[in-house]
């Protein structure tokens, strides 16, 4: 089911973009990917906000407002029928020219998919992953705010092509200092000593909403969580690696670099934290 401009098509072969859309042609837009768990989304509100924020932060000015989006979202579940799915919500700059000029482009587009996803099989869940370090970085804040969500996503697909050449099935993506700021497609974590640990947003990280969700989780099982410089060091020498995202959820990881993380299995606090995320989206 998708939803474009107001009006809303049940074939995907029937949805139409412009070819003169400046999200095609320049990637100038802004997006969100959000869960359906038991027939609503979850963190719904925390969604539409990062979306706000990152149209503002582009000087993109989005002809919806964050009531109308709930109202939208919420008749495409209701006329889905569906208890599980996924949401892809795009804002672009909309038809304009074939030149960059922002102010040649009339209307925003507004794009709603609703379908499945199905990132990792489940054996993934169970067994953990392999990743990588990526030789691409994340650009600095002065260049591309990584903060933005925006559908510039090249520097991200080339270290995910990375990962697949190396048989693995993430990339992680450290910034130009060398420190880890994130994966291709998700943020990431370590346990070490008992506490749990992710690198701060500065050094590149998006503020994703299941990181925060898992935050939050962490706090209220009483472990020790902190938001700080992350190195390869630490990650290598981690107790426990796994990373989140709205797509992936929760998956574990049991190597990374070729180094085997823990003793090579998902580790006992990951499994609590899964636990305790399934908890919140099944109420």
């Not at 990062?50 to 495409?76: K, Y």
């Not at 795009?90 to 960059?100: C, E, F, N, Q, S």
């Not at 993380?261 to 995320?277: D, H, K, L, S, W």
Request: hydrophobic share 40%; proline share 4%; charged share 25%.
């Amino acid at each position: 089911m998708i939803y474009i401009d107001g009006q809303l098509y049940e074939n995907k072969k029937e949805a139409r973009i412009s070819v003169y859309d400046h999200g095609l042609l320049y990637g100038d837009g802004v997006f969100e990917g959000i869960r359906i768990y038991n027939g609503r989304a979850f963190r719904l509100q925390a969604h539409l906000d990062r979306l706000f924020a990152s149209a503002r932060t582009i000087r993109l000015e989005i002809p919806e407002s964050v009531e109308s989006f709930g109202r939208i979202i919420g008749e495409m579940i209701a006329k889905s029928g569906k208890r599980e799915a996924y949401i892809r919500l795009v804002v672009t700059r909309g038809v304009g020219d074939l030149g960059l000029n922002p102010l040649k482009c009339s209307n925003p587009t507004v794009i709603i998919i609703l379908d499945d996803i199905s990132l990792y099989p489940k054996e993934y869940y169970e067994r953990g992953i392999r990743v990588c370090t990526s030789f691409w970085r994340r650009p600095p804040a002065d260049c591309i705010n990584p903060r933005v969500k925006s559908l510039n996503y090249l520097n991200n697909i080339l270290a995910t092509i990375e990962a697949n050449d190396n048989g693995c099935q993430e990339a992680l993506m450290l910034n130009k200092e060398g420190l880890v700021a994130e994966c291709s497609a998700d943020n990431i974590f370590h346990v070490s000593r008992g506490a749990l640990f992710t690198p701060e947003l500065a050094e590149g990280a998006l503020k994703g909403i299941t990181r925060d969700v898992v935050l939050e989780l962490a706090e209220n099982i009483g472990l020790e969580t902190k938001e700080c410089r992350v190195s390869l060091f630490d990650l290598y020498d981690a107790d426990e690696v796994f990373l989140t995202g709205s797509g992936a959820e929760l998956v574990p990881v049991i190597e990374v670099d070729r180094r085997t993380i823990g003793n090579g299995v998902p580790g006992p606090v990951t499994a609590q934290i899964r636990e305790a995320f399934q908890r919140e989206i099944s109420r």
